[in-house]
T-cell receptor, first 114, second 111 residues
């Protein structure tokens, strides 16, 4: 029973390039959450998605960031025109319901912007 | 002021000692309280959660919540080197999905 999968695990981009982070939820989970972890800071909520719907994107920066969870395939977090401040670990969590204790986290994608 | 405050440590203890971790929070609307363990380069793993004031035990772990003081604690008894990790507190509104995390406390248990 595979857990939450994220790829790539490490991603290096130069300033101005695009970064695409993928998250495959646990089997049977239809809720996906993205969090960002900056050095020396706690995880920060970014966005909550269900299949084909963005439920809450209140933690997403207004520009350059977007997320989707299509009917088929993984959830994608897309960062356009990356800047050095985007360097962080991005974690995806999935759940079968909305209770906060039901979220299972993936191993994260570490993005480094040069 | 951060919504959730957690002393980053680091904390180093000898094997067998009791590890005491804590967080304070400012938002009285928080109702769910959780502790996660995060090993280096891994994702957070849920250790314990509770939604009421008082104590909750699970093996060597005890979670304590004091809503009147807006203070939560995690105690690890008979600590082992395998407990060496970063411990994150997290909380959310009742029934909510949006977790607010502390910065994490790095713990090292020396053999």
């Amino acid at each position: 029973n595979a857990g939450v999968m994220q790829n790539p695990r490490h991603l290096v981009r130069r300033r101005g390039q695009e970064a695409r982070l993928r998250c495959s939820p646990m089997k049977g989970h239809s809720h996906v959450y993205w969090y960002r972890q900056l050095p020396e800071e706690g995880l920060k909520f970014m966005v909550y998605l269900q299949k084909e719907n963005i439920i809450d994107e209140s933690g997403m920066p207004k520009e350059r960031f977007s997320a989707e969870f299509p009917k088929e395939g993984p959830s994608i977090l897309r960062i356009q025109q990356v800047v050095r401040g985007d360097s962080a670990a991005y974690f995806c969590a999935s759940s079968s319901g909305e209770g906060p204790e039901t979220q299972y986290f993936g191993p994260g994608t570490r993005l480094l912007v040069l | 002021q951060k919504e959730v405050e957690q002393d980053p440590g680091p904390l180093s203890v000898p094997e067998g000692a009791i590890v005491s971790l804590n967080c304070t929070y400012s938002n009285s609307a928080f109702q769910y309280f959780m502790w996660y363990r995060q090993y280096s380069r891994k994702g957070p793993e849920l250790l314990m959660y509770t939604y009421s004031s008082g104590n909750k035990e699970d093996g060597r772990f005890t979670a304590q919540v004091d809503k009147s003081s807006k203070y939560i604690s995690l105690f690890i008894r008979d600590s082992q080197p395998s407990d060496s990790a970063t411990y994150l507190c997290a909380m959310s509104y009742g029934g909510g999905y949006k977790l607010s995390f502390g910065a994490g406390t790095t713990v090292t248990v020396r053999a």
